[in-house]
């Protein structure tokens, strides 16, 4: 059984958890692991967002997500399950970028949620051809679960 651990640190009420466990189910089967999945998720406001991008990556603003993939597949191997690792995301950011795009919440953080499973099974957007694989695995994740923009 997949399984998710959420712990909300913002201001933002948050209705979208069974859809997450969804696209997790979906990424799965999508990325072909044959063991459930585990993955912390949690929620910061905007200025926290801010100081962890700036810590992390070197940059001063709110991001919408960080992953964090934890790289010790071998070390776990005797699990039943694979642990993904972490990702941070800003319901604020969410919400303005949401407006931005036209695109509804649901499917806002639905979406930023894959892509951020999808860095944790490794992928990345650092080039074009990078970004078309990564963006045609979560696009697929999407479909299946029907959550249009």
């Known amino acids: 059984m997949n399984f998710i651990s959420f712990k909300n ?24 692991e044959p063991k459930n999945l585990n993955v912390d998720i949690l929620f910061v406001t905007a200025l926290e967002m801010k100081k962890l991008n700036n810590e992390y990556r070197g940059k001063n603003y709110t991001t919408d997500i960080l992953s964090f993939p934890l790289d010790a ?62 963006n045609n695995h979560v696009e697929n994740i999407m479909k299946r679960l029907n959550i249009g923009r």
């Open 73 to 134: 597949t071998k070390e776990l191997d005797f699990l039943d399950s694979v642990m993904l690792g972490q990702i941070i995301i800003s319901p604020w950011k969410i919400k303005k970028q949401a407006k931005e795009f036209g695109h509804s919440l649901k499917r806002e953080f639905c979406y930023i949620f894959a892509h951020g499973i999808a860095h944790l099974f490794g992928f990345d957007h650092q080039t074009e051809e990078e970004a078309e694989i990564m």
């Open 9 to 32: 640190k913002s201001y933002h009420k948050f209705d979208y958890l069974s859809d997450f466990e969804n696209i997790l189910i979906e990424a799965q089967k999508e990325f072909k």
